[in-house]
């Protein structure tokens, strides 16, 4: 396959199948390679539906994704193909857990590509240690016993095994220690660094300054901010989003209660 | 006033001697928000399951305390970590209601309380969608408003802000806030960057709760 430089997304919709409305809305910017965009935006502005459809679990009712090449040329890039060149992780590791043991899960990805000995045994371990987890420690460990935050850098190693161009990480984050943020960070810097392209996909909006290079905000299933991060407004970002745009009761729940 | 005590609470899981939890004490008590942190893996949510009552600790007590006995609701109301284990009804009212059915609440009570619910937490426009349908975000606020509508005597928030968005973070910290005057609350962290109520830290360390200065 061609070199990706980036990623192009032309006018893409989306409205759920019965659904009353559009969750996205002629959705066009780029994910660029070496950089980590961040994705933020209220609970259903369409955020996550942005990223499966990225990904390919979901295809769009109108638009499409490109793969820009060095000399700018854009290729269409159909769902298998983007299966393949994106790594997604979504909000609930443990929903895409599944194997006896750490090795297994993490080694299934490489597994399916053809790695294996040496390589693969490589592979698991620099994964593990890239989210902060001691191969020693976790190789033999079943992912279903271990915590919330555990389970997490787990998909994620799964995920990062693959050495995927692009990446997609919705909500990493949450229920995330201390340590566990840093090691993120760490983790998408370092991939960065790689030359790929990350799409930070969160709520959390004061994790990002100074850490990633762009932002898109989303409203409504609209694309309403793009811009580089030193550009970003946060203090004006973070009192909209704190604001919201629900028209929220006001009645006392200790009336209810 | 005390609702619920904890006392000298020792866990380890079947078939494991690695005791997750030794020695452990704490109060919740009308009035203040006592937060709970601690690493991925330290035992909070193991601890919060014991306080709900969903596991016996291997040693030690749990007391329920002071609580009216007229008093009409549950005594302990936990909201999960992760939403999608909590809710279970094929629409986001039934999962309102569902607790309270099982309270016995006469049908016209239930139907102003499951009313009153949607309301306070918005979720009217969702209440003939399936929570499976929901952004990560509204299934959080529906699981939460699940358990409250019950009047939990004592509430265990397990990371309930992981998946809001910064509306609804601050719309919970106030509902908390101004529930806590009624209730004993325990508001489950694990990063120290969501430390936000002051009246009472508590850190679990290999199974050890270390109180902290305010």
């Not at chain 2, 509508?149 to 601050?170: G, H, N, Q, R, S």
Request: hydrophobic content about 40%; overall charge negative; charged content about 25%.
């Amino acid at each position: 396959m061609e070199k990706s430089e980036c990623l192009d997304f032309d006018k893409i919709g989306y409205r759920y199948p019965g659904g009353n409305r559009n969750v996205l809305s002629e959705i066009t910017c780029s994910l660029n390679r070496s950089e980590i965009t961040a994705l933020v935006g209220l609970s259903a502005s369409g955020k996550s539906t942005f990223g499966r459809i990225i990904k390919g679990l979901i295809e769009p009712d109108r638009g499409c994704c490109n793969s820009v090449n060095s000399d700018g040329e854009r290729n269409k890039l159909p769902a298998e193909k983007r299966m393949k060149m994106i790594g997604w992780t979504g909000a609930h590791p443990e929903l895409q857990l599944f194997a006896a043991t750490v090795q297994e899960e993490v080694g299934f990805g490489p597994v399916n590509l053809g790695v294996k000995g040496r390589d693969l045994d490589q592979r698991i371990n620099w994964a593990l240690e890239k989210v902060g987890l001691d191969p020693e420690e976790f190789l033999n460990r079943d992912p279903f016993r271990l915590s919330g935050g555990e389970k997490r850098r787990i998909a994620l190693a799964g995920i990062i095994a693959m050495q995927t161009d692009y990446y997609i990480f919705d909500e990493p984050t949450a229920g995330l220690d201390d340590d566990g943020l840093e090691s993120f960070i760490d983790l998408i810097k370092s991939l960065k660094n790689d030359g790929c392209g990350i799409l930070w996909i969160t709520h959390n909006i004061s994790q990002l300054a100074g850490i990633v290079d762009r932002l898109w905000s989303f409203e409504d299933g609209e694309l309403v901010m793009n811009m580089a991060e030193n550009q970003v407004d946060w203090e004006d970002l973070t009192e909209r989003l704190v604001s919201g745009n629900d028209k929220c009761s006001r009645t006392s729940i200790l009336a209810c209660h | 006033m005390t609702v619920f005590e904890l006392k000298n609470i020792s866990f380890s899981y079947p078939n494991s001697s690695n005791l997750i939890l030794k020695n452990v004490s704490m109060k919740l008590e009308t009035g203040r928000i006592v937060t709970l942190t601690g690493k991925n893996g330290s035992g909070k949510s193991t601890l919060s399951h014991i306080a709900a009552g969903l596991l016996k600790p291997t040693a030690g007590s749990i007391e329920i305390k002071d609580i009216p006995a007229e008093y009409e609701g549950i005594q302990a109301g936990l909201v999960f970590q992760n939403p999608d284990e909590q809710l279970l009804n094929a629409d986001v009212e039934s999962e309102i209601a569902y607790g309270l059915e099982n309270l016995n609440m006469p049908i016209d009570e239930m139907k102003a309380r499951v009313n009153e619910t949607l309301d306070i937490f918005n979720l009217k426009k969702f209440s003939q969608h399936s929570p499976d349908s929901l952004s990560d975000g509204w299934k959080q606020i529906t699981a939460i408003a699940a358990v409250i509508a019950m009047k939990p005597m004592f509430l265990i928030l397990d990371e309930v802000t992981a998946f809001l968005d910064p509306y609804w973070t601050e719309r919970i910290k106030e509902i908390v806030k101004e529930l806590s005057k009624q209730i004993g609350v325990l508001w489950i962290t694990s990063s120290t960057r969501q430390v936000i109520w002051q009246d009472e830290i508590l850190s679990l360390q290999n199974g050890l709760i270390i109180r902290q200065e305010a």
